[in-house]
């Protein structure tokens, strides 16, 4: 496979897009701008990798061939490629002053995805110069495992692009769907009462443990909590900002003063090693 793959951001889903990319035979950069993100990533990937060896789902030989297919980069000039993903925080002006920037070092033909959950692909195209190569190309977390992409058009998205992101998906083993940019695309906008009617019961003194494991035992894979930490409250919290913020300010679909405030505190989840849950 000869095609190119930048993807810009090397935190919980950026990591994942990379390793997800070069499993199935793309060669990839990934690109962050903290050396240690970077560092971080190139680590976990290998461990995860590592992991698939363990349980057999991998040779020795394919791990060193995926291995070999990633470089890491702090240097946006080593950002040029067929496709670039971006999947940098959740806010609207660095997506576009990062795409700003990548498209003096590509070729109009390079297609320009944003993995964002919730910000509008039409707000980011309009500040570039070909929107019609611009799209949402949304994977799911963990991006190696989460079967479920959804590719986002607007108005000025080519069909071209739009095919090459329903193939590229299929293409890494995905289950691919289009969808209309429209607030939190499908899933975002379906799954905000998920999450925010949990942080309010759990405002009402019901304890947060309880609501994970009452929700798991009536069937959801996981706690609205456990998810929270996965996910990032940093990154949950902006989405269900931003989406309410679309969608005029609905009572219903207030973000969480909780939440808020533990983003404030740094209590991300995972990633910073405290969140709902500790992980130390
Ligand atoms: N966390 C999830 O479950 C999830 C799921 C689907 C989509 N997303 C979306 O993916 C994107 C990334 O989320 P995440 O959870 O991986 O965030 P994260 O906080 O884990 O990682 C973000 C990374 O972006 C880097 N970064 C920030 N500004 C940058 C810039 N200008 N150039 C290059 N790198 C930059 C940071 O250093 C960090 O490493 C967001 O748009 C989010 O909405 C997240």
Same mark, same amino acid.
């Given at each position: 496979?000869?095609?190119?793959?930048?993807?810009?951001?090397? %935190?919980?889903?950026?990591?994942?897009?990379?390793?997800?990319?070069?499993?199935?035979?793309?060669?990839?950069?990934?690109?962050?701008?903290?050396?240690?993100?970077?560092?971080?990533?190139?680590?976990?990937?290998?461990?995860?990798?590592?992991?698939?060896?363990?349980? %057999?789902?991998?040779?020795?030989?394919?791990?060193?061939?995926?291995?070999?297919?990633?470089?890491?980069?702090?240097?946006?000039?080593?950002?040029?490629?067929?496709?670039?993903?971006?999947?940098?925080?959740?806010?609207?002006?660095?997506?576009?002053?990062?795409?700003?920037?990548?498209?003096?070092?590509?070729?109009?033909?390079?297609?320009?995805?944003?993995?964002?959950?919730?910000?509008?692909?039409?707000?980011?195209?309009?500040?570039?110069?070909?929107?019609?190569?611009?799209?949402?190309?949304?994977?799911?977390?963990?991006?190696?495992?989460?079967?479920?992409?959804?590719?986002?058009?607007?108005?000025?998205?080519?069909?071209?692009?739009?095919?090459?992101?329903?193939?590229?998906?299929?293409?890494?083993?995905?289950?691919?769907?289009?969808?209309?940019?429209?607030?939190?695309?499908?899933?975002?906008?379906?799954?905000?009462?998920?999450?925010?009617?949990?942080?309010?019961?759990?405002?009402? %003194?019901?304890?947060?443990?309880?609501?994970?494991?009452?929700?798991?035992?009536?069937?959801?894979?996981?706690?609205?909590?456990?998810?929270?930490?996965?996910?990032?409250?940093?990154?949950?919290?902006?989405?269900?900002?931003?989406?309410?913020?679309?969608?005029?300010?609905?009572?219903?679909?207030?973000?969480?003063?909780?939440?808020?405030?533990?983003?404030?505190?740094?209590?991300?989840?995972?990633?910073?090693?405290?969140?709902?849950?500790?992980?130390?």
């Amino acid at each position: 496979m000869n095609q190119k793959i930048v993807v810009c951001g090397a %935190g919980t889903m950026g990591r994942s897009i990379a390793q997800l990319a070069a499993q199935n035979g793309y060669s990839v950069v990934l690109y962050d701008l903290q050396a240690n993100a970077v560092q971080t990533a190139q680590l976990m990937i290998g461990e995860d990798l590592e992991r698939l060896v363990a349980k %057999g789902k991998l040779n020795g030989q394919e791990k060193d061939q995926i291995t070999s297919r990633i470089t890491y980069t702090t240097n946006t000039a080593d950002c040029t490629g067929d496709l670039i993903i971006e999947a940098v925080v959740e806010i609207l002006e660095v997506k576009v002053e990062l795409f700003q920037c990548l498209q003096k070092h590509n070729p109009p033909s390079t297609i320009l995805a944003s993995n964002t959950s919730s910000i509008s692909i039409a707000s980011i195209a309009n500040e570039l110069e070909h929107p019609e190569r611009v799209a949402g190309l949304h994977f799911f977390n963990p991006a190696t495992i989460m079967k479920l992409v959804e590719v986002v058009k607007t108005e000025h998205t080519s069909p071209q692009v739009t095919d090459y992101l329903m193939n590229f998906a299929r293409s890494l083993q995905k289950t691919p769907v289009l969808c209309r940019d429209a607030p939190g695309f499908i899933v975002n906008h379906a799954a905000r009462p998920y999450y925010l009617e949990s942080l309010y019961l759990h405002k009402k %003194g019901v304890p947060l443990e309880m609501i994970d494991e009452l929700l798991e035992q009536s069937g959801f894979k996981m706690g609205p909590f456990r998810l929270l930490d996965l996910i990032g409250n940093d990154i949950n919290y902006a989405v269900s900002d931003i989406v309410y913020q679309q969608l005029g300010k609905p009572n219903r679909l207030q973000p969480s003063l909780i939440q808020k405030a533990m983003v404030e505190k740094g209590h991300l989840g995972r990633k910073t090693g405290k969140g709902f849950y500790d992980y130390k």
